[in-house]
């Protein structure tokens, strides 16, 4: 059993690898074509896709209970207030 | 820090849940951290749109293509290393961490090229806004690779004293969740310096 589910995990892992550098690649062409600020947002989309990846897979949040969800998510929520609150002020300032 | 008994009358898997919200809550901090100085990116591109279009050409975008992928497979290594650990597989688990330490060393070494590059064409962290901030971020992000490389060669060292089983590789796990962090912010790092500036 142990031997099956540790050949799995390879495989996983290997998969899991093969899609970020495909999405490497595909970001780093991407860069190359003129689209004005949609460049941007496929960067940072594609970018999130794979810290998504490395997230569930390589550092196991997809086998991990809920306790340390929150713990992986909350920071972000705080991130998010620091840019969101950052933002506010030097864009409404003046 | 040492052995394979469990602390203070906890299971080896309660320690091990207890190590791993430790090194969550250590990110956490992390992600603040490298959290400020993203804020300060987006504050200053929005001003000066312009100038981070400019001189985010004068990077070396291929160099940084292959940093990433360099990055991302030492990330696969040291997933494939905890996994051996874990089947008991002590060689295989060293021969992967070891491979980790040297991607990490390949990292650094185009860094270093990079770095030399940027000085040679007379761009210094006080050339401008963007400089300053390219310079700082890698420059902190690279920080963390150091640590890395530091706290895997422990790694390396306790397993092939064969401290770690099936049971307890918990430093190994510990490790490989830092190492996936500073992965994960080279991630962002690269399309906001090297692809869209």
């Known amino acids: 059993m142990l031997n099956t589910s540790s050949t799995k995990a390879y495989r996983t892992y290997i998969l899991v690898w093969l899609a970020l550098l495909v999405l490497t690649v595909v970001t780093w062409l991407v860069s190359y074509v003129h689209l004005g600020m949609l460049n941007v947002t496929v960067a940072m989309l594609i970018a999130s896709m794979k810290a998504l990846l490395v997230a569930l897979f390589f550092m196991h949040l997809r086998y991990e209970n809920r306790l340390l969800w929150a713990f992986a998510i909350i920071p972000l929520g705080f991130l998010t207030l620091i840019i969101g609150g950052t933002l506010a002020d030097v864009l409404l300032r003046d | ?197």
Not at chain 2, 134 to 145: A, K, Q
Not at chain 2, 152 to 180: D, K, M, N, Q
């Open chain 2, 1 to 197: 820090m040492s052995g394979t008994e469990s602390h203070g009358g906890e299971t080896p898997a309660q320690a091990l849940a207890t190590a791993k919200l430790g090194i969550w809550t250590f990110l956490a901090t992390e992600v603040l951290l490298f959290g400020g100085l993203f804020t300060c990116y987006i504050v200053f591109r929005l001003k000066y749109p312009e100038l981070f279009y400019t001189e985010h050409l004068k990077l070396n975008r291929p160099l940084g293509l292959v940093n990433t992928v360099v990055l991302i497979t030492s990330s696969l290594t040291m997933a494939l290393g905890i996994a051996a650990m874990k089947q008991g597989l002590r060689r295989r688990a060293t021969a992967c961490i070891s491979l980790t330490i040297l991607l990490a060393c390949g990292f650094l070494g185009v860094k270093y090229v990079e770095w030399s590059e940027d000085f040679s064409h007379g761009l210094y962290p006080g050339t401008n806004l963007f400089f300053s901030l390219y310079f700082m971020m890698t420059g902190l992000h690279g920080i963390h690779v150091v640590a890395g490389i530091c706290a895997l060669c422990w790694v390396l060292v306790l397993a092939r004293r064969g401290r770690f089983s099936p049971e307890y590789s918990t430093p190994v796990e510990i490790t490989g969740l830092y190492w996936h962090f500073v992965d994960l912010v080279w991630i962002y790092l690269f399309p906001l310096l090297y692809l869209v500036g």
